[in-house]
């Protein structure tokens, strides 16, 4: 079975651009966690999707938005970039809607802002 | 409010040592405990979890951990560590059957092994 995949890889942008992550669960899962990973705030937990819908958000700006879709695909958005947001972005699924924190997560996004 | 405390940022140990890394958390209930295993420039990878029963649990890659009720801890234990054991640490805590946003991750330990 195939893991959790996250695309791209590895991304650089400049100040105020936008960037769009994709992620694509475990067959069969249906939610799909964000995560920022920075070596000064750790883990940070971003959205939740389930169903095409977003169960919590963390406290993140506006500028941070996600979807999801029919197949549990997941994207998320960060617009006008900031050099702060330079991180690793994890994506998380599991394969039902109440999670006991068993999540399985892909390799993640590893975004550089200039 | 839920937390978990791992005390040491960095540990370094030899190779074929024991290993012991330090998990503590606050919970009101019984919680649901995990560890995962962060390799550089990878994700996590989920390496044991406690949700009920024996309190001792075993995990992948040989490593164990043992939950503590009257301790609120949650360490994990190598008898042998390989120099393939490098890598970050993570204890999460979980209110169990929630939201993904429940769970609560530490800082993390970073694993050095000295050769």
């Known amino acids: 079975k195939a893991g959790v995949t996250q695309t791209p890889r590895y991304l650089i942008k400049t100040r105020g651009q936008q960037v769009t992550l994709s992620c694509s669960p475990i067959?069969?899962?249906?939610?799909v966690s964000w995560y920022q990973q920075t070596p000064g705030q750790g883990l940070q937990f971003l959205f939740e999707?389930?169903?095409?819908?977003?169960?919590n958000k963390g406290n993140f700006p506006g500028r941070f938005s996600g979807r999801q879709f029919s197949n549990s695909r997941s994207e998320m958005n960060v617009s006008t970039l900031e050099l702060g947001d330079s991180a690793l972005y994890l994506c998380?699924?599991?394969?039902?809607?109440?999670?006991?924190?068993?999540?399985?997560f892909g390799e993640g996004s590893r975004l550089t802002v200039l | 409010a839920q937390s978990v405390t791992q005390p040491d940022i960095h540990i370094t140990v030899s190779e074929g040592a024991s290993l012991e890394l330090r998990c503590n958390y606050s919970?009101?209930?019984?919680?649901?405990l995990f560890w995962y295993v962060q390799s550089p420039g990878q994700g996590l990878q989920l390496l044991l979890k406690?949700?009920?029963?024996?309190?001792l649990v075993q995990g992948i890659k040989g490593f164990e951990a043992e939950f503590k009720r009257s301790q609120s801890s949650f360490n994990l234990r190598k008898p042998s560590v390989h120099w393939s054991d490098a890598a970050e640490y993570f204890c999460?805590?979980?209110?169990?059957?929630?939201?993904?946003?429940?769970?609560?991750f530490g800082s993390g330990t970073r694993l050095s092994i000295r050769p």
């Open positions: 067959s069969g899962h249906r939610s």
């Open positions: 998380a699924s599991s394969p039902t809607g109440f999670n006991t924190g068993e999540l399985f």
């Open positions: 999460a805590v979980g209110a169990g059957y929630s939201s993904a946003s429940k769970i609560i």
């Open positions: 999707y389930f169903s095409e819908t977003q169960r």
């Open positions: 919970y009101g209930a019984t919680p649901y």
């Open positions: 406690y949700f009920s029963g024996d309190t």
